[in-house]
Structures are given as structure tokens and as C-alpha cells.
């Protein structure tokens, strides 16, 4: 799953990931129920060589566990954005293309 970064901590990033695809990584993994919709991405868990992250970045994060205070440790996973949302992007442009040139056509 994609995550975007909310915060950056001496111990790690806390990273929102959405309630759905949370909802899906849990049923997989475990029997406990999750409110939060954010999780913590340890420093440990985060590879040395990785460009610098910012707040408001995407990246690919996977449930790692789920504490019995709701709590949620992520694992990072490599994702080529490219890859993973081909077809949105794709389509997204055509998409665009097609609105620009029925402005046009307005105007």
C-alpha cells in the first residue's frame, strides 16, 4: 500500500495509509480492530540509501504488526509509482487532453 508522510520523528516516520486498504492488510493479518489510520515506519525499517523524505511524500509501506493498543509498525516496501498507477496516469491524461481541447473549443 502507498502511504503519505505526516510527521518526521527521531525514531521514525509516521505515515497516513488509507482506512480501506488498512482495513484489508488487518483482515490478512490479524483479528484486531484498528482506528487509527496512520502508523509509525521505523528508522530501522527504512533504507540507508533513500533519498531524503519530506513531509507530504508517498511511499510504499506495508502492516507490519498491529499492537493491542490499536498501535500500527509499518515495514517499508519499494514501490515504482509508475508501475504500481500506469493506467491511472494514462487515463488521468487523456483525460485532460480531452477537457483542454473542449475549453478551447469554448473560448
Do not use: C
Amino acid at each position: 500500500m502507498i502511504g503519505q508522510v505526516e510527521n518526521i520523528t527521531r525514531f521514525g516516520l509516521f505515515v497516513k495509509i488509507s482506512a480501506d486498504e488498512l482495513t484489508d492488510e488487518i483482515k490478512k493479518s490479524t483479528d484486531k480492530t484498528v482506528s487509527k489510520n496512520s502508523g509509525l515506519l521505523r528508522w530501522s525499517q527504512f533504507p540507508k540509501n533513500h533519498p531524503k523524505v519530506q513531509i507530504g511524500d508517498l511511499i510504499g509501506v506495508e502492516v507490519f504488526k498491529v499492537h493491542e493498543d490499536g498501535k500500527i509498525d509499518l515495514n517499508y516496501q519499494e514501490k515504482n509509482f509508475k508501475n504500481v498507477y500506469a493506467e491511472f496516469l494514462e487515463s488521468s491524461q487523456q483525460r485532460i487532453t480531452e477537457l483542454e481541447q473542449k475549453n478551447r473549443e469554448l473560448n
